[in-house]
């Protein structure tokens, strides 16, 4: 007989696939609806950023996705702090990001904080370009939280789940 740790973890990993799916699903929409280089989805506390999944070229998904950062050199930090708007058309003409690292190497970004039911934020969706953007706006923030919202939807429906399945095997 497995350990209840054991399905605890199991559960997690049925669960987790799912909003795996989701995720995916998420991005590529990000992605292919604004035109962009790179999406992916990240979370965040006080002192780093990790993106957990992203769309892009494999050179980029190897070079980012899984990848830790310094919280205090991310885009997301200056957006959910309401330094930056949620759409950078020109990062490098942004003073609050123009000397950060990632502005090197990507010229345009549009980030949405993934908030959960609970007004908690469990982290951010973003999409960046190579190049700069000059007509990103409100509706490409507009379509991005609405994948924020999907997503937010599903973590926040896994959590319940899990807590519920735990719950009753533990009885």
Same mark, same amino acid.
């Given at each position: 007989m497995?350990?209840? %740790?054991?399905? @605890?973890? +199991? +559960? &997690?990993?049925?669960?987790s696939a799912q909003e795996a799916e989701v995720v995916e699903r998420a +991005? &590529? *929409?990000? =992605?292919?609806?604004?035109? #962009? @280089?790179a999406s992916y989805i990240t979370t965040m506390d006080s002192r780093i950023q990790t993106i957990h999944a #992203?769309? %892009? $070229? !494999?050179?980029? &998904? $190897?070079?980012? =996705?899984?990848?830790?950062? !310094?919280?205090e050199q991310t885009y997301c930090l200056r957006m959910l702090g309401g330094e930056i708007p949620n759409a950078v058309p020109d990062t490098r003409a942004e003073p609050a990001v123009s000397e950060l690292p990632g502005t090197a190497l990507f010229? *345009?970004?549009v980030g949405v904080p993934v908030k959960l039911s609970d007004g908690s934020v469990h982290g951010t969706l973003c999409c960046v370009s190579r190049e700069t953007r000059p007509g990103l706006g409100p509706d490409e923030v507009r379509f991005m939280q609405v994948l924020a919202d999907i997503v937010a939807a599903r973590v926040d429906r896994v959590h319940g789940d899990i807590a519920r399945l735990t719950e009753r095997f533990r009885r």
């Amino acid at each position: 007989m497995r350990a209840r %740790s054991e399905y @605890d973890e +199991l +559960l &997690v990993k049925l669960e987790s696939a799912q909003e795996a799916e989701v995720v995916e699903r998420a +991005l &590529v *929409a990000a =992605q292919e609806r604004l035109g #962009m @280089d790179a999406s992916y989805i990240t979370t965040m506390d006080s002192r780093i950023q990790t993106i957990h999944a #992203m769309i %892009s $070229d !494999p050179e980029t &998904v $190897d070079r980012f =996705q899984g990848k830790v950062f !310094p919280v205090e050199q991310t885009y997301c930090l200056r957006m959910l702090g309401g330094e930056i708007p949620n759409a950078v058309p020109d990062t490098r003409a942004e003073p609050a990001v123009s000397e950060l690292p990632g502005t090197a190497l990507f010229h *345009a970004y549009v980030g949405v904080p993934v908030k959960l039911s609970d007004g908690s934020v469990h982290g951010t969706l973003c999409c960046v370009s190579r190049e700069t953007r000059p007509g990103l706006g409100p509706d490409e923030v507009r379509f991005m939280q609405v994948l924020a919202d999907i997503v937010a939807a599903r973590v926040d429906r896994v959590h319940g789940d899990i807590a519920r399945l735990t719950e009753r095997f533990r009885r």
